[in-house]
């Protein structure tokens, strides 16, 4: 409303995921009552529930999305605060933008301004989840380091493992190591390291996660997303998913061309979905290559996550209790009551069900 106010607008749009249902009726209940308050004045305030499209995070493509045509994005200029809605001049902004304009007013711009660092000022919400012992949703002054958000706000990683890394911004966003866990969260920072502020998802990763695997997950999901509007996104991210389903099934991958694939990627595609796709490939990539290479030159996992590169077998601490054998789903296990089994590698599908049921290390998984 003070948006509203400000740019003498009559009308606005809440754009809210319908798969946030949840969302959606406490917003729908918080307007009646500013409605009922008379807080909103002639304003007129709706909702409009997006179907589920990633790529209508893009203000263009979001604007396109409230008309309703396909969520695709379109060339700038011009721009929405010139063309917008019904080609009118339109403010776009994060929810979390305007939430911060009333706390501004109440205490003024040089409060908000002594919070966080020169170039990021005030708090960034972001999403904790991942390896760590407390998950949520934390809000948190800009600059304050990765290390303080995972040991002290996240408690640590979950099961006394190692911290390995964290991925930031959602999932276009940069794989950060634990070695730069001192790294500011504030714009420039993230960058200058490969990651983003993004849609402010944060993702602890321990020693049991594979980078090239993380990659290819968040990749997939980009892939996925891409409204096919322009070839870089189309055609490249599902080249380069090919490569990274490849990587994690052993097979020969010229990570120069990867790499080469993902930058173009970024210079090329037309909106910010593809232009942030490679990010998660282009960070393990430079942080994590030598896990890369295990896979391709070693074809070895070192996380045991790509189950391409893993093999099982029964070892001497067999005691033929049959807990295996009878978990197998392939029936690949065989072998008598109380003598040590043996796994026929020409049937086992590699899903690790016998690994985790035996409860005397008789498995071995390479």
Not at 10 to 25: C, D, F, K, T
Request: glycine share 12%; with cysteine.
């Amino acid at each position: 409303a003070i948006a509203a106010r400000a740019i003498g607008a009559r009308e606005g749009v809440l754009y809210i995921r319908a798969e946030y249902p949840l969302a959606v009726q406490r917003i729908r209940a918080a307007i009646e009552i500013c409605y009922e308050r008379g807080l909103l004045g002639d304003l007129k305030l709706s909702i409009m529930e997006g179907a589920g499209a990633f790529v209508c995070g893009e203000e263009t493509a979001l604007l396109a999305s409230i008309e309703g045509k396909r969520g695709m994005p379109s060339l700038r200029p011009p721009y929405p605060a010139e063309e917008g809605l019904w080609d009118k001049p339109t403010l776009i902004n994060n929810v979390e933008t305007y939430a911060a304009i009333p706390w501004i007013f109440r205490n003024e711009a040089g409060a908000y301004s002594s919070i966080g660092t020169a170039g990021s000022k005030g708090t960034k919400v972001f999403a904790l989840t991942g390896k760590v012992n407390r998950g949520g949703l934390i809000e948190v002054p800009m600059g304050m380091t990765i290390r303080h958000i995972v040991e002290q706000i996240g408690g640590g990683i979950a099961g006394g493992a190692k911290f390995k890394a964290v991925q930031i911004g959602g999932p276009s966003g940069g794989c950060v190591p634990a070695s730069l866990a001192d790294t500011p969260i504030d714009y420039e920072s993230l960058l200058s390291v490969g990651a983003m502020m993004g849609s402010g998802g944060m993702v602890v990763l321990d020693e049991t996660d594979c980078m090239v695997d993380i990659a290819r997950y968040f990749l997939e999901f980009t892939q996925a997303q891409s409204c096919g509007k322009c070839t870089y996104c189309r055609v490249g991210t599902k080249r380069m998913l090919e490569m990274l389903t490849d990587l994690c099934e052993g097979k020969p991958c010229d990570l120069d061309a990867l790499e080469n694939l993902a930058k173009q990627i970024k210079a090329g595609s037309l909106c910010g979905l593809g232009k942030t796709a490679p990010n998660p490939v282009l960070s393990t990539l430079h942080y994590f290559r030598e896990e890369y290479e295990e896979h391709i030159h070693h074809k070895k996992c070192r996380a045991g996550v790509c189950s391409a590169l893993l093999s099982y077998t029964i070892n001497d601490k067999c005691v033929g209790c049959g807990a295996c054998k009878r978990v197998c789903p392939v029936d690949a296990i065989e072998g008598t009551r109380k003598e040590k089994h043996r796994i026929d590698q020409n049937k086992c599908i590699k899903c690790g069900q016998c690994y985790q049921t035996c409860k005397f290390s008789a498995i071995t998984r390479a």
